[in-house]
């Protein structure tokens, strides 16, 4: 498969940019990126919604631009940025959708348990809601697990 569009979720921290490495070597192969960002604005007591909302677009929109011109300049020809406003995994779903993406390259914290109760979990958000193909990346120090809880060892011993 050599996809034509690919869409990188990003929330401007240094985990979701993980991604980019990968993203940005498929893409060299002359597909476009397209760079997401989902933005929400927290509600505060006696403020104006609305200004909130424009302000935490344009911060995103300021950050994608970096970002889409680091891309550039590693030699990725085609680079578009889209910012939506609402919940992540809706986010991406929908513009995978609406941009016919045909692979998603994104990170994950790898929690699982109790983290992963209460933060929720985007990538699973994104698995269950879509059929664009995805690839997960899991950046170094990231916890691993073994299915059913307890760690992995680092190293297998045979005998």
Do not use: N
């Not at 690839?135 to 005998?159: C, F, H, Q, T, Y």
């Amino acid at each position: 498969m050599k996809p034509r569009k690919i869409l990188v979720p990003l929330d401007g921290s240094r985990l979701a940019e993980a991604a980019l490495g990968e993203a940005v070597e498929l893409a060299g192969a002359g597909a476009t990126l397209v760079l997401l960002r989902a933005a929400e604005a927290p509600l505060r007591p006696l403020s104006d919604p609305t200004d909130a909302q424009v302000e935490v677009v344009r911060e995103a929109e300021a950050y994608l631009e970096s970002v889409a011109k680091r891309a550039r300049e590693a030699c990725v020809a085609q680079v578009e940025t889209s910012v939506w406003y609402g919940p992540p995994g809706d986010a991406i779903i929908d513009t995978a959708r609406a941009r016919g993406i045909d692979l998603i390259v994104m990170s994950s914290h790898g929690r699982s348990g109790l983290g992963r109760v209460v933060f929720g979990s985007v990538a699973e958000t994104v698995l269950r809601g879509t059929r664009t193909p995805i690839l997960l990346i899991r950046p170094d120090g990231a916890p691993v697990e073994k299915p059913g809880g307890g760690a992995r060892p680092a190293e297998v011993s045979r005998v």
